[in-house]
């Protein structure tokens, strides 16, 4: 079961924009996401906006799935024009249950519509199981240049747990065939606090993707969604619930792994070597605009945020009655952008200029060790490693 | 059906003294007051039949949900005698139905001191209990005529023969006086209300006396103000009359009087022996107050009658909106039930843990439990109240005295005695429990001051014991020690000397006014360590260790910690997160304004509110119908 929408106003069946809105579009600058919303099974952690070939149905046909994005697509031309395409990221759901033909013509029509920027960062998201070297290669020469693998783990008890259908050996092996394919940019997905998870497992985890060679590591400590599979397991008490102190283990033990490997935080749970850090994902968390393509997408464009209907069915019925897929907006005031900026910003290494923030509230957070002392002396606010694990604490003291 | 009346004898106002009879129907609890009272509504034809429900004088909301009488009603029925030596005799009957709580004894003593005779009835499958015993006495206190009666004898665990042997022995009558009747199925009432008609003596007052009648309640109605309950004992308070308090010397003009017969009947005056309604307009009932005089403007009487006490508070606890901005709303509630209730009392007082809010005195926990549940429900208030206690007399070394009705209010100086109150409390129990129960007076602190069997298996324990220790789970203990074979009556008797300790709970080194305990030395430390193992449970982690310490001045008895948090941040955050977090966000600052600060230490209030409910609180099971 995927999670549920927010609420927000309804979106114009154009899918138009206020003015205001579009005028500056691509100012900060302007990224493109794909939503694929198919999986050959459901994680029991995930909520996903995602769909197995038996909760679809008939009606939305993964065949026809690139035929009705790019649909979305022309609507979106209709409605701004935003110059270059800096970054495009491919995510899911299970974007490589795609032909890479398919994903292909996306990105295709995207250049088309928009123009991709030189040296454009495209991104798919890939699970281990679903790729082969000549897939691989075919979505490098389709343009990709960057692939993320949802690997989770090296043990398989874990594996288990989560319901993934990969063994342990299959991510790194993929990392490899994906770096050979020609990918500079490989990333691979770690889930940490998984109930059963030792601290060794975790350490072998974190060799396993050191030794694998990528260059970007996410490194996510488990959320149990209201809704999902893992979370009745664990309210029928099958299953324990994950601890946060567990999990701050996990945390301290990948930032010194991945630190000693060459690896640098640059978000709290992303770490890259140089040159490797995500630009896709910097720029959702700089304010820049995007368009978010398919169901239960979401995009991005000057203070407005909107999302698409959740169902592919749904989705698809909307584009072939010419109508915008948008199923609810929000149009943010400036204290809302302003709260958004400093709860994104705050989770940088960059971090936040000190005057966007409570000086008292920052002033306690660095007596607390919860803010580097160099960079508060040159006026940014830059959380430290403890820091980093009440970062969310932070956000709430300095607004 | 009753029979013709004499002309003349039911003319409210000019009804002959001679004619009437004034008794209360007093009991334990649940032993069928109100049921009986229900078929003497009926049977004397003054409740039509369509209208007629179970226990129909218990009109309040909160009487009928939990199937108690909270207030005396008293009714005026007509009554003609069927048999005996009186039989065509017409009567007046006013009948009260009394609350059969220990906390409501005072409206039962004020209801006696407006009759001449009372019904005291013993539940055929129970027997005596406790306040059956209290009752007998305060109605022989007042000197009525008692006609002991056996009622539920239709059930069949009903033991008759039994029971009429014990109250006989109780009360020094032959078993053959016992009555026998069923409030359910209306058998024997008939014949009891004959009884009622020989038995008892008729009110005698000078018809030509300065009026005199004796207010023993007063109630707040929204539409009609404050309606007065008289029993006139000498001459006449007519309708066109102006009335004068004999306290204060207040004249009111009548707007109304008439008598409850059940419904209000308006009538032109109320005579000697009439026991009626009287209204002014007055809007406060403390203008018109219980146990006061009424007499005429015109022709004032001399003397007052004897009043009641007021009832004195026995318990208190701190009483808080959960929402701040309801504390005038919670004044303007009390304010109301106080209107009602003279047996209420509250304060303003202050608690850094919970906000403004009001100090409350009670005459016991079912009040405390009922006040609660009318704020709730007829001002749909959401309210927290503080453990409650009793009132100690604080004497420091330097011979000052205080009166402490909050734990906040202990003084800090050296201390040369504390006293307690205590009650003298009744438990009336099968002999094979009475090691049980002396067992368990012990514990609390008791001293036996007696023991006498009853009968060959029941037996009457009598105590000194601590007020404090009976309010908490004392009751439910005694239920559970015996089978729920035992009951308890206790009343006042004065106070003690005790070795108590103030306990309190320190959060990160500051003190948390709302746990503050006055407790026994011996219980100091089993307070302090479930408070603090309460409340580390309930409070959420903080960036910083938090100590949670319990402490009997500056010595500290206990010690929890609460660990800090070591991580709070959400993990993931895609573009298509930042909406949800962003409300997220914005719910946990909302939150955060909520919270209560104790030093830096941030506590939801509902943490607070947890470790206050779930205290051992209040002992009112035995208050509710099974
Ligand atoms: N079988 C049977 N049940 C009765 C009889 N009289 C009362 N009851 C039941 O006993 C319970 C208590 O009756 P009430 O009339 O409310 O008792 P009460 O003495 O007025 O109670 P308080 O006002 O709370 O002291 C109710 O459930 C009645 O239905 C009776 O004669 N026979
Ligand atoms: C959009 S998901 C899909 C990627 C791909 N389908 C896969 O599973 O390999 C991207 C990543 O989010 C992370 N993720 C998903 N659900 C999560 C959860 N409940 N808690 C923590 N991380 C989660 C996983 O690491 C996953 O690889
Ligand atoms: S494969 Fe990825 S997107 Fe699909 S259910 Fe599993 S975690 Fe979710
Ligand atoms: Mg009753």
Same mark, same amino acid.
């Given at each position: ?399 | ?70 207030? #005396? ?85 009903? +033991? ?286 008791? #001293? ?93 982690? +903080? ?35 930042? #909406? ?47």
């Amino acid at each position: 079961m995927a999670g549920a929408l927010p609420d927000g106003e309804p979106v114009p069946t154009d899918g138009s924009l206020p003015d205001d809105a579009t005028r500056e579009v691509g100012k900060n600058g302007f990224a493109v996401y794909v939503h694929v919303p198919f999986c050959a099974s459901r994680c029991g952690y995930c909520d996903f906006n995602t769909y197995t070939a038996a909760e679809l149905g008939g009606g939305a046909s993964r065949d026809e799935y690139a035929e009705t994005v790019l649909a979305e697509l022309a609507l979106a031309a209709r409605v701004i024009e935003p110059g270059p395409v800096g970054t495009v990221f491919v995510g899911g759901g299970t974007p490589t249950l795609l032909s890479a033909g398919d994903l292909g013509r996306v990105l295709e029509g995207i250049d088309r519509t928009w123009g991709l920027a030189p040296g454009a960062e495209v991104t798919t998201e890939a699970n281990p199981e679903s790729v082969d070297p000549a897939y691989l290669r075919q979505l490098r020469a389709a343009g990709f240049t960057r692939i993320s693998l949802g690997m989770q783990s090296a043990a398989d008890n874990v594996l288990r747990v989560l319901d993934r259908k990969h063994t342990a050996g299959r991510a790194p092996q993929a990392a490899t065939e994906a770096r050979e394919a020609g990918f500079e940019h490989v990333n691979l997905d770690l889930i940490y606090g998984t109930p059963g998870e030792s601290a060794d497992d975790f350490a072998r985890s974190l060799r396993t993707v050191v030794d694998a060679g990528v260059d970007h590591v996410s490194a996510y400590a488990l959320i149990v969604e209201d809704g999902t599979r893992m979370a009745g397991r664990m309210r029928r008490g099958e299953l324990p619930y994950p601890s946060d102190d567990v999990a701050a283990d996990r945390y301290l033990a990948a930032e010194a792994a991945l630190t000693e490997a060459g690896f640098g935080w640059y978000e709290v749970s992303n770490w890259a070597r140089p040159g490797g850090e995500c630009r896709h994902n910097l720029l959702y968390w700089t304010g820049a605009d995007w368009w978010g393509l398919g169901p239960g997408a979401h995009s991005h464009v000057g203070g407005v945020r909107w999302w698409n209907v959740k169902h592919p069915s749904a989705y698809a019925g909307r584009l072939a009655a010419g109508a915008s897929p948008g199923h609810a907006r929000e149009l943010l005031t400036d204290a809302d952008r302003h709260l958004e900026d400093v709860m994104l910003r705050v989770r940088l290494r960059e971090g936040i200029p000190l005057d966007r923030v409570d000086a008292t509230g920052a002033a306690q957070a660095l007596a607390d060790g919860l803010l580097e002392p160099d960079a508060y002396e040159r006026g940014r606010l830059v959380l430290t490693l403890r820091g980093r694990l009440l970062a969310d604490a932070v956000v709430r003291d300095v607004l | 059906m009753p029979g013709p009346l004499d002309p003349g004898v039911n003319v409210i106002g000019s009804t002959d003294p001679s004619r009437i009879r004034n008794f209360c129907i007093i009991a334990h609890i649940d032993h069928g007051k109100s049921t009986l009272a229900d078929r003497m509504l009926q049977i004397t034809g003054v409740v039509d039949p369509r209208q007629m429900r179970a226990q129909y004088l218990d009109r309040m909301d909160i009487e009928r949900e939990r199937g108690i009488t909270i207030k #005396s009603q008293a009714v005026r029925m007509p009554w003609v005698v069927r048999e005996g030596d009186k039989q065509g005799e017409s009567a007046v009957l006013n009948m009260i139905d009394t609350p059969g709580h220990v906390d409501f004894t005072y409206e039962v003593s004020r209801s006696l001191a407006a009759c001449e005779g009372a019904i005291l009835l013993v539940d055929a499958a129970q027997g005596i209990e406790a306040q059956t015993l209290a009752n007998l006495y305060l109605a022989m206190e007042n000197d009525l005529h008692i006609i002991p009666v056996l009622n539920k004898i239709d059930l069949p665990a009903a +033991q008759p023969e039994k029971y009429a042997e014990e109250l006989a022995k109780l009360i020094g009558v032959e078993p053959t006086d016992v009555l026998r009747v069923s409030g359910k199925t209306g058998v024997g009432v008939d014949h009891l209300l004959d009884e009622i008609v020989r038995q008892f003596q008729p009110p005698v007052g000078d018809p030509a006396a300065p009026a005199r009648a004796m207010i023993f309640d007063s109630v707040y109605d929204v539409y009609r103000g404050v309606v007065t309950y008289v029993r006139v004992v000498d001459g006449r308070i007519e309708a066109r009359d102006r009335i004068k308090m004999m306290s204060t010397g207040a004249v009111h003009e009548l707007l109304e009087l008439g008598v409850a017969s059940p419904e209000m009947e308006k009538a032109g005056a109320l005579g000697v022996g009439e026991v009626g309604y009287l209204i002014t307009g007055v809007k406060d009932v403390r203008q018109s107050k219980v146990g006061d005089t009424v007499t005429g403007n015109n022709r004032p009487a001399k003397d007052a009658l004897g009043g009641y006490k007021d009832p004195k508070p026995m318990v208190y606890s701190g009483l808080y909106p959960i929402d701040g901005s309801d504390y005038p709303a919670l004044r303007d509630a009390l304010d109301k039930l106080k209107l009602n209730d003279a047996a209420l009392t509250y304060e303003p007082e202050t608690s850094a843990a919970l906000g403004f809010g009001f100090r409350v005195g009670y005459l016991g926990l079912l009040h405390l439990e009922i006040i609660g549940e009318r704020l709730e429900r007829e001002f749909g208030l959401d309210l927290i109240s503080t453990a409650p206690n009793v009132v100690y007399q604080v004497i420091t070394e330097d011979a000052k005295e205080t009166v402490v009705t909050n734990p906040s209010e202990f003084p800090s100086g050296k201390i040369a005695e504390i006293h307690e109150p205590v009650v003298r409390a009744t438990v009336l129990v099968p002999n094979e429990y009475v090691g049980a129960v002396m067992e368990l007076c012990q514990s609390r602190r008791g #001293s036996l001051l007696g023991m006498e069997y009853l009968s060959s298996e029941r037996v009457e324990l009598r105590y000194t014991l601590p007020l404090a220790e009976i309010i908490f789970d004392f009751f439910d203990q005694l239920k559970s020690k015996t089978k729920g074979y035992a009951s308890l009556d206790y009343e006042p008797s004065g106070e003690q000397a005790a070795d108590l300790v103030k306990v309190d709970i320190l959060l990160h080194g500051e003190p948390v006014d709302a746990f503050s305990a006055i407790v026994h030395k011996d219980k100091a430390y089993s307070y302090g360590t479930t408070i603090a193992a309460k409340l580390q449970k309930l409070i959420p982690r +903080q960036q910083f260790e938090v100590p949670i310490q319990a402490a009997i001045g500056s010595r500290i008895i206990a010690r929890e910690t609460i660990r800090a948090i070591r991580k709070d941040v959400l993990a993931k955050c895609y573009g298509g997160d930042i #909406s949800r977090k962003r409300k997220l966000l914005e719910k946990q600052k909302e939150g955060k304004k909520r919270m209560k600060m104790v030093g830096r230490v941030e506590v939801p209030q509902e943490a607070f509110i947890a470790a206050l409910s779930t205290s051992d609180s209040a002992d009112t099971k035995g208050t509710t119908k099974k």
